[in-house]
């Protein structure tokens, strides 16, 4: 069961690290797909490493058992000494695979406190290897003991924001009339917008600094009902191309629609499936 969650905020996303108290360790980024993470197995697996060598199994045998790599379970029971009956790892191997974490640790913090003043690039180029190896295998560390990101604060004051800003409310209906074009029909959102202008995530932060953009932005945006009523004129027009009867069930699937849509939607469907009732007729 986990019974500490630690939230941290890297630039646009948010890591949650949860900690069980077997001592097992895992990060996961919010609305990441991706499996978690392992920052710490906990001593359980140890134990349990130690355990199945004493019953005589195999590496293989031992991964499998424990759902792990075979160099994890190599990895670990080195570290502990224990006599396997594989082929353990080489003494002058040992010191690259399992490097010191703390000693490692101590040099990154100090070379922090002698350079107060210098970035988290300007140290990675200093301690390459010691950043390299935190970032592969201790990044959740790393990322709480590095020099926080050197914004410019004067950068902004060069923009002429009002140029801009009548520039970006210009180029923003152009791609909103681009979007409405295309085929099948794509929804005018904010983030497709940014997208075409190259700026993902961008306007959301600058919003005091562009405000006829963002005027511009709320006239173009489409709602939902909007998008889905125009996605039924498209399917519409399809199915006469392809010379098929227009049905509401199929103009509803072709649409992309969903079982029950908002009134204004449902409403629709229902006069095409009368229109097309009265043209049987």
């Not at 077997?22 to 197995?41: A, H, K, T």
């Amino acid at each position: 069961m986990i019974h500490e969650i630690a939230v941290r905020h890297d630039q646009d996303r948010v890591i949650g690290r949860f900690s069980c108290a077997c001592g097992f360790v895992y990060s996961r980024e919010v609305g990441s797909r991706s499996s978690p993470r392992i920052l710490d197995f906990g001593p359980l697996l140890d134990d349990q490493i130690r355990q199945k060598v004493a019953e005589g199994l195999g590496l293989r045998a031992v991964a499998r058992y424990l759902a792990i790599d075979p160099g994890t379970v190599r990895l670990h029971a080195s570290r502990r000494g224990l006599n396997v009956p594989w082929k353990p790892l080489a003494a002058r191997h040992s010191r690259t695979l399992v490097p010191d974490r703390d000693a490692i640790r101590i040099r990154w913090l100090d070379m922090q406190q002698n350079y107060a003043d210098l970035s988290r690039r300007r140290l990675a180029l200093l301690l390459p290897k010691e950043h390299a190896w935190l970032y592969r295998h201790d990044r959740e560390w790393l990322e709480q003991h590095s020099p926080t990101a050197l914004h410019k604060k004067w950068s902004d004051q060069r923009v002429d924001w009002e140029t801009l800003d009548r520039s970006m409310a210009i180029q923003l209906r152009k791609v909103a009339r681009e979007i409405t074009r295309e085929v099948p029909p794509q929804r005018v959102t904010q983030a497709a917008l940014e997208r075409k202008l190259g700026r993902s995530r961008w306007m959301s932060k600058r919003q005091a600094k562009l405000p006829k953009s963002i005027g511009v932005l709320g006239e173009v945006m489409e709602t939902t009902d909007a998008f889905r009523l125009r996605r039924i004129a498209w399917a519409v027009s399809e199915l006469d191309r392809q010379a098929l009867p227009v049905r509401s069930w199929r103009v509803r699937r072709l649409a992309g629609l969903p079982s029950i849509a908002s009134p204004s939607v449902e409403t629709a469907l229902a006069a095409l499936e009368i229109m097309a009732g009265s043209s049987e007729v």
